[in-house]
C-alpha cells in the first residue's frame, strides 16, 4: 500500500507539473491585461500601466514569469508559500485564504447532507424498487438534475427567501393553505411508509389530521417567530434517536446495542443540563468545535467498550446517537436567540452575500446569521448533488442484491438489516466513494454560477475575475488548490476501496 500511494503521489507531481505549464500559457494568450488602461483617458495612464507591468512582470518572457510563480508556490514545501500578486498588487495568498474559506464552509455541509441523504434515499429505493416511492424520487432526482442552476436559484430567492420574509412578518395559514398542505405531506407519508392500502389510507389520514391541527395552533402560540423546545424537549428527543438507530441497525432487542445508545442519549442529556450557563454566556468557535468533537467520541468509547459481538453496529448507533443530540442542543439554543435576532435582522433568509454587513450580535445571533446567508447556495448544491448520489446509490444496491452472498446471507436466516447494512451497503459504497470524491473536488473549485447568483466571494468568483482580467495569478492559485484536492481526493477513493473491499488490497 504504501509504494502504491508515493508511486501515485510521483505521478501527481508529474501531472500537476505539465498542467500548471499549460494552463498558465492558456491563460496568459486569453487577452490583453492592459486593455483597459490602454484605452483609459486617466492623466496617470501612464504610471497605472508601468504600476501593472511590475506587479504582473509583463516585462519578462512568459517562461521567467512561469518559473518565478512555479518557485514561489514550491516554497509551500517549506512552510513558506508564494503565490505572487494580483494585478492590483494584492498578495494572492490572502485572497486564496478568503476564497478558500468561504467555498469550504458553503460546499462542505452542502456535500455532507447529499451523501448522507443521497445514501438514505438510494438504499430506501433499492428496497422497494418499482414501488410508488421509487417512481416519485425517481422524478424527482432526474427534474433536479437537470434544473438550470441559475434558475432554481432565482425561484429559490423568490420563494424561499423573499416570499418567506414577507411571511415571517405576520406568520399564519388561511383554511385553503392548512387543507393543501395537510393532503400534499399526507400523500407524501403513506408513500413513503406504504403497506396495504388499509395501512395507507389510515397513514394519510394520521398525517393529514396532525398538520391540519398542529398548523394553525403553532401559529397561534406564535412559535414561528418564538419557537421552543427546551432541555426536556432536547432529552427526550435525543432518546428518541437512540431508539431509532438501534432499530434500524440491529433491531430494539438486541440490549448489546442499545444500552451504548441509550447511555449516549444519557450523557448527551446531562451534558447539555451542565453546561447551560455556558451555551448562554460563553459559548463561541473553539467550544463548539471542541463539543461536536466530543460528541463524536465519546459515543465511539461508550460503544467500543460497552459491546462486544456487535460492536459495529454499537458505534454506529451511540455515535449517531451523540451528534444528532449535540445537534438539537443546538437547536435548542437558535430557538432560544431567534426573537432576538429577528429583531436585528427583521428579514433573516438572505439573498446575496456569505455574511451580513456591520452585523453586531452575541454569539448564536452571529452563528443565525452566517447560517441564513448559507441556507439558499447550501440548498441549491445540496438537491443537485442529491439527485446523483441518490441514483448511482440505488443501481449499486440492486446491482450488489443480486450477488450470491446477499442470497446465501438470507438463506442462512439473517435479519434483512443485517444483509441490507452489514453485508450490501459496504461493497454498493465502492462507486459511491469515487464519485463523492470528485464531486467534492470540483465543489472546492467553486460553484461559480451559485457564487456569482448569491454574490460569495469564493473560489468559483476568484477564478472568474482572475480570467476576466487575464490576471494569471489567481487563477493559478485557483488551478493549485483545486487540481491538488482532485488528484488527493482521487487517491483517498483508491485507498477507501481497501477498506470497503478487503479484496482489493491483494
Not at 372 to 401: G, K
Amino acid at each position: 500500500m504504501l509504494k502504491f500511494i508515493l508511486r501515485r503521489l510521483v505521478q501527481a507531481v508529474g501531472v500537476m507539473l505539465g498542467a500548471s505549464v499549460l494552463v498558465y500559457v492558456l491563460v496568459i494568450n486569453a487577452g490583453d491585461p492592459l486593455a483597459d488602461l490602454r484605452e483609459s483617458n486617466a492623466e496617470n495612464r501612464d504610471l497605472l500601466i508601468q504600476q501593472r507591468t511590475e506587479y504582473m512582470q509583463l516585462d519578462l518572457p512568459w517562461w521567467q514569469r512561469y518559473l518565478s510563480w512555479l518557485g514561489g508556490v514550491s516554497r509551500c514545501l517549506i512552510g513558506q508559500c508564494d503565490f505572487g500578486t494580483s494585478r492590483t498588487g494584492v498578495d494572492v495568498g490572502t485572497l486564496l485564504g478568503q476564497a478558500a474559506a468561504s467555498t469550504l464552509r458553503l460546499v462542505l455541509l452542502a456535500t455532507i447532507l447529499a451523501l448522507i441523504i443521497g445514501i438514505a434515499v438510494g438504499i430506501l429505493t433499492a428496497i422497494r424498487q418499482y414501488s410508488g416511492l421509487d417512481y416519485g424520487v425517481t422524478f424527482g432526482t432526474f427534474l433536479f438534475f437537470s434544473l438550470p442552476v441559475f434558475w432554481a436559484a432565482v425561484l429559490l430567492k423568490e420563494y424561499l427567501a423573499i416570499g418567506f420574509n414577507n411571511w415571517l412578518q405576520e406568520p399564519g395559514f388561511d383554511p385553503i393553505q392548512v387543507a393543501i398542505i395537510a393532503i400534499v405531506l399526507g400523500l407524501l407519508m403513506q408513500v413513503l411508509l406504504a403497506g396495504s392500502l388499509r395501512r395507507r389510507l389510515i397513514t394519510f389520514v394520521v398525517t393529514a389530521v396532525f398538520f391540519a391541527v398542529s398548523l394553525p395552533t403553532l401559529a397561534a402560540l406564535d412559535l414561528f417567530r418564538n419557537p421552543q423546545l427546551g432541555m426536556v424537549g432536547v432529552a427526550l428527543l435525543t432518546f428518541a434517536v437512540a431508539l431509532s438507530a438501534t432499530a434500524m441497525t440491529v433491531g430494539l432487542r438486541n440490549r448489546e446495542v442499545l444500552l451504548p445508545a441509550l447511555i449516549t442519549a444519557g450523557v448527551v442529556s446531562v451534558v447539555q443540563f451542565a453546561l447551560v450557563n455556558v451555551f448562554v454566556y460563553y459559548m463561541n468557535w473553539g467550544i463548539l468545535a471542541l463539543g461536536l468533537l466530543l460528541a463524536f467520541v465519546v459515543p465511539w468509547l461508550i460503544g467500543r467498550f460497552l459491546s462486544d459481538r456487535y460492536r459495529t453496529q454499537a458505534i454506529v448507533a451511540s455515535v449517531a446517537t451523540g451528534l444528532i443530540g449535540a445537534g438539537l442542543t443546538v437547536l435548542d439554543n437558535i430557538f432560544r436567540v431567534w426573537p432576538s435576532f429577528l429583531d436585528l435582522k427583521p428579514r433573516p433568509i438572505s439573498t446575496i452575500g456569505s455574511q451580513t454587513p456591520n452585523f453586531a450580535g452575541g454569539f448564536w445571533e452571529t452563528f443565525l446569521d452566517y447560517g441564513t446567508q448559507m441556507l439558499l447556495p447550501t440548498l441549491l448544491l445540496t438537491v443537485i448533488s442529491l439527485a446523483s448520489y441518490s441514483r448511482y446509490t440505488r443501481a449499486s444496491m440492486l446491482e450488489v442484491n443480486r450477488q450470491d452472498y446477499i442470497r446465501t446471507a438470507r438463506a442462512k436466516g439473517a435479519p434483512e438489516r443485517t444483509v441490507i447494512f452489514r453485508h450490501a451497503l459496504r461493497n454498493a459504497l465502492i462507486p459511491i466513494a469515487t464519485i463523492a470524491a470528485f464531486d467534492f473536488a470540483a465543489l472546492i473549485g467553486g460553484a461559480v454560477i451559485t457564487e456569482r447568483v448569491f454574490g460569495w466571494k469564493g473560489m468559483g468568483d476568484l477564478f472568474a475575475v482572475g480570467l476576466d482580467q487575464v490576471d494569471p495569478a489567481p487563477v493559478m492559485a485557483f488551478f493549485l488548490v483545486t487540481g491538488g484536492v482532485a488528484v488527493l481526493f482521487n487517491l483517498v477513493a483508491d485507498i477507501s476501496y481497501a477498506y470497503l473491499d478487503p479484496r482489493i488490497r491483494v
